[in-house]
């Protein structure tokens, strides 16, 4: 159900608080995705003329699980403050003088319902936190990462979730990975409506037994880190090893992760310097067709070299410059039996990824002018005009 | 473990449905009735004595809000001035749970609803207090059929218990047994006929009058066979007693005997010699009964054989013995009866 579906369905003295829910709803350290509605109904008869909705569930992503809260308002008395059925979570009883929102509640601060959901989810961690004495193991998991302001601040416990086949306890930890995030390349998502949310790697480690032996770690990035470290499965974290514990295995991780993003940062500012070195032919678009300003992966120029012209489409790829560029020549005259312009990839050229950016340039050029002749025979030999 | 069960009328459960239909949003307020304890002891093969407790929550009135929050604060604090207003003329202590009726929610208790009950039951002062929830909803989305469902709980260490609900007159026939106490009831009306009328079939104790007579019947019985017994007991014992005097005497006679026989003394001697004197002279025929004649001479027909002389009872006629004098050796005559 989108946002605006939501507000239409809802009743207008409520639509103030669950603006701010379904349109900046983010909560816990899950931040890309944001608080959903669902099960819009009603507390008044059918007589009643809508929009009238006053009670909906609510999906609140939290520990790698998804909470589904009934909240319960009355459209007949929208001053009050609403009432919460916390799914299965039956068990779950907050102290009600310890939700400030709760205690002063403003029916009139669209933010009130926002912030309450926030508060009953500190609680309800420290509720999830105090189930995991059920095993000392896990316990001690908690503990040890808690002592460590790295994690200890920026994590989240599902707890007693049973084994559905051994019936056993087990535990999920979702921990927020400390790093430097800033200089990511930026990423625009197709639906530019949509704010990607902010950076962020999260661990999960689950904890199938209570006796952790059988540990299932995943890690989760953030479109933007995804994107730049080239897809979900460009990053393989190391299996949990046996015996092992939490407070060991997670900064291993984040070392690895750390690493992995530096060096995607130094080669995207690596071609970004290799741009910058022919921006004056950028500037001028002296040959240049078009490039990724933004990424800086691909460019293509349009060359002539003794009346001929061709293209030279350059792929620099994600680790440049320890990966060693693409060139693909193309010609603008000749087309293959299959209706495509004739072209040539070329991947094996004299190249050193110590090569400055200047020496880069000098070199590809003078490469340019030794095989063009080639590629020229080449063209005029298998391609028809 | 007790069982808990809450009972409310037919009358009862319509008119609380009646209620929420008519408003326009939820709807919540007081239950009123009775609780009662029982305890049920069953016997079985497997177990002699089986004692359960029976917690019986008879819901007879509620008393609706006029609004929500009405009793309560947004963290579940109950206002007792509140509650009381709502009670008006009746008795805070007749007061045994409230009720809440949402529309198009879940059967479970939410969060304020248990902050609320816990702190309704120390306000009041009672741990035994229910919570009855009813959500009714659409079973259809045209509306054409909606459906109602009725739940109640109970606080068991912070723990919501749910418990079953009988509504009387819907199917509702378990009463197998003997009713132990009369059908619940609030109405002034039933209070004054049962106060005008009670005191012909029940005594002040609250008991049938003929359950007083028969119990004191058996009062007297029981004193009776009590006197009884203890006169049976009072002879054995006597006998008992006796017995034991006999015992005793027969023990020294034997001891005495013996040391006697053992011993041999002229005392000893002297009483047997007389001892044979005696039996000698009582073992002659001469001082036995005779029969005689007329002329008083002994009837013949004694034989001499050895052996008791046979005797004739006059009452049994039949052969006179023949005698025999101890020492003579003389005939005698056989004489003819005399005509």
């Known amino acids: ?385 | 473990m007790a069982e808990p069960t809450v009972r409310l009328s037919g009358i009862v459960f319509s008119s609380l449905a009646f209620q929420h239909v008519n408003r326009d949003s939820d709807v919540e307020g007081l239950i009123l009735g009775e609780s009662k304890f029982e305890e049920q002891v069953t016997i079985s093969d497997s177990q002699a004595d089986h004692i359960h407790i029976e917690e019986i929550y008879n819901i007879q009135k509620h008393i609706s809000c006029l609004k929500l929050n009405d009793f309560y604060n947004s963290v579940g604090d109950v206002n007792v001035a509140a509650v009381n207003k709502i009670l008006a003329d009746n008795k805070q202590e007749n007061v045994i749970g409230w009720y809440k009726q949402r529309r198009n929610s879940d059967q479970q208790m939410t969060f304020r609803e248990k902050v609320v009950h816990e702190k309704l039951k120390a306000s009041l002062s009672n741990p035994h207090m229910i919570f009855v929830l009813l959500t009714p909803s659409r079973l259809t989305p045209t509306g054409s059929t909606h459906k109602m469902e009725y739940a109640a709980f109970i606080s068991r260490s912070r723990h919501f218990v749910n418990v079953p609900v009988l509504v009387n007159n819907l199917g509702v026939l378990e009463q197998l047994a003997y009713w132990k106490a009369s059908a619940p009831c609030s109405s002034a009306g039933y209070h004054r006929t049962m106060n005008t009328h009670s005191s012909k079939f029940f005594s002040s104790n609250g008991l049938l009058r003929e359950v007083n007579d028969v119990n004191s019947m058996n009062d007297s019985l029981q004193l009776e066979l009590q006197k009884a017994s203890r006169k049976l007991v009072e002879s054995e014992r006597l006998v008992e007693t006796l017995q034991t005097d006999i015992s005793v005497l027969r023990r020294k006679l034997s001891e005495k005997k013996k040391s006697e026989a053992g011993k041999g003394g002229p005392v000893d001697q002297r009483d047997q010699v007389l001892h044979e004197a005696f039996r000698s002279l009582l073992c002659c025929r001469l001082f036995h009964t005779h029969t005689l004649t007329l002329e008083a001479f002994p009837v013949p027909g004694f034989s001499e054989q050895d052996g008791a002389p046979e005797t004739a009872s006059p009452l049994r006629p039949g052969k006179r013995p023949k005698e025999t004098l101890v020492g003579t050796d003389r005939k005698r005559r056989r004489s003819q009866p005399s005509e």
Request: hydrophobic share 35%; proline share 8%; with cysteine.
């Open chain 1, 1 to 385: 159900m989108s946002p605006e579906v939501t507000l239409h369905r809802i009743s207008p003295e409520l639509r103030p608080l669950l603006s701010s829910v379904v349109r900046n709803g983010r909560v816990g350290l899950d931040s890309t995705n944001c608080l959903r509605v669902t099960d819009l109904k009603t507390g008044c008869t059918s007589l009643t003329p809508g929009p009238c909705c006053d009670r909906f569930k609510l999906h609140i992503p939290y520990a790698g699980e998804t909470l589904k809260w009934d909240i319960i308002f009355n459209a007949q008395y929208p001053e009050l403050p609403p009432d919460f059925i916390f799914g299965e979570d039956a068990e779950f009883l907050p102290e009600p003088s310890e939700l400030p929102h709760l205690v002063q509640w403003d029916s009139g601060d669209p933010e009130c319902l926002l912030q309450l959901v926030k508060e009953l989810l500190q609680q309800y961690h420290h509720y999830q936190c105090q189930r995991l004495r059920e095993s000392s193991r896990l316990l001690f998991e908690y503990d040890s990462l808690l002592e460590d302001p790295n994690y200890g601040r920026n994590m989240e416990i599902y707890a007693g979730r049973k084994n559905s086949w051994t019936g056993e306890f087990s535990a999920r930890f979702l921990l927020k990975l400390p790093g430097d995030f800033s200089n990511i390349p930026v990423y625009l998502l197709k639906d530019t409506a949509v704010d990607p949310g902010e950076d962020v790697a999260l661990l999960s480690v689950s904890f199938e037994d209570a006796e952790a032996t059988q540990v299932f770690p995943k890690l989760y990035l953030s479109p933007s880190i995804e994107h730049a470290l080239g897809g979900s499965s460009a990053l393989h974290i190391p299996a949990f090893p046996s015996g092992g514990c939490l407070i060991d295995y997670v900064p291993q991780v984040c070392q690895l992760l750390n690493n992995k993003v530096q060096y995607v940062i130094q080669g995207y500012h690596k071609r970004r310097e290799t741009f910058i070195r022919h921006r004056p032919c950028l500037l001028t678009r002296k040959g240049v067709v078009e490039y990724d300003a933004e990424g800086f992966t691909k460019l293509t120029l349009l060359l002539m070299w003794k009346d001929f012209c061709f293209l030279v489409h350059v792929d620099l790829p994600l680790y440049f410059p320890r990966d060693q560029p693409t060139l693909t020549f193309q010609s603008v005259y000749h087309f293959t039996s299959s209706g495509q312009l004739y072209s040539q990839v070329q991947k094996s050229y004299p190249y050193s990824p110590r090569w400055d950016g200047n020496e880069m340039a000098k070199r590809a050029k003078a490469y340019f002018k030794s095989f063009i002749p080639q590629f020229q025979e080449g063209a005029f030999a298998n391609g028809k005009l």
